[in-house]
């Protein structure tokens, strides 16, 4: 277990589970590691994503070098979210040539769960700070709870809250998941996948 932590061979997850395989052309296989892989136009990405029935995955999020670049928002839905089977949601491929950039190294992580909701970065720090609150469709200051006017700045010094997920109906994807968890919502990531582009070592990607 020691090992595998050191090694990065872990998901954080409240209920789905993320296996990653990585493949080559050569036929060679690996999973979730912090050991940088080279890849090629060969190297695909296998995703399963499984939980109870009654643990809902509503989407599948690729981040690259820290932006979503793909999202995968068909998973199946079970007949029966208190059946006793485990639900496969995602058994999917998919080639890494069409998730990175053209160039250079990048690092990549899989998330899982419910869609997310629109949060904006108002203080300008790099995390998400304040949601669409007004339900205007827009997140401007008059979505921060403590302004009462526009500062006038392109950073605020004062922001949120967080938007949150809509707390699913009786009946709807995630109900029971609510039940049991009073608002939590299904969430899963890996640990990042480092990636090699050009075969001399990860050198990191700049922020």
Do not use: H, K
Request: glycine fraction near 14%; proline fraction near 11%; charge should be negative.
């Amino acid at each position: 277990f020691d090992r595998a932590v050191r090694q990065g061979q872990m998901i954080g997850t409240n209920g789905p589970i993320i296996e990653l395989s990585v493949t080559d052309g050569a036929g060679g296989l690996r999973g979730i590691s912090l050991e940088p892989l080279t890849s090629d136009a060969d190297t695909e990405l296998q995703v399963r994503i499984t939980s109870a029935p009654w643990v809902p995955v509503g989407e599948v999020r690729f981040v690259v070098n820290g932006e979503v670049v793909e999202v995968w928002d068909d998973p199946i839905q079970p007949p029966d979210p208190l059946g006793t089977e485990v639900t496969v949601w995602v058994n999917r491929t998919v080639s890494l040539g069409e998730l990175l950039p053209p160039s250079g190294d990048a690092w990549l992580v899989v998330e899982a769960g419910v869609p997310l909701v629109d949060n904006a970065d108002l203080d300008c720090d790099g995390v998400p700070d304040t949601g669409d609150n007004d339900g205007d469709g827009q997140i401007t200051w008059r979505d921060v709870e403590d302004l009462d006017e526009d500062p006038g700045e392109p950073c605020f010094d004062t922001v949120g809250p967080l938007g949150e997920p809509p707390l699913p109906g009786e009946g709807q994807p995630g109900w029971w998941f609510e039940r049991v968890t009073p608002g939590g919502a299904p969430t899963a990531f890996t640990n990042p996948l480092l990636i090699d582009r050009d075969g001399d070592g990860y050198q990191g990607v700049p922020r």
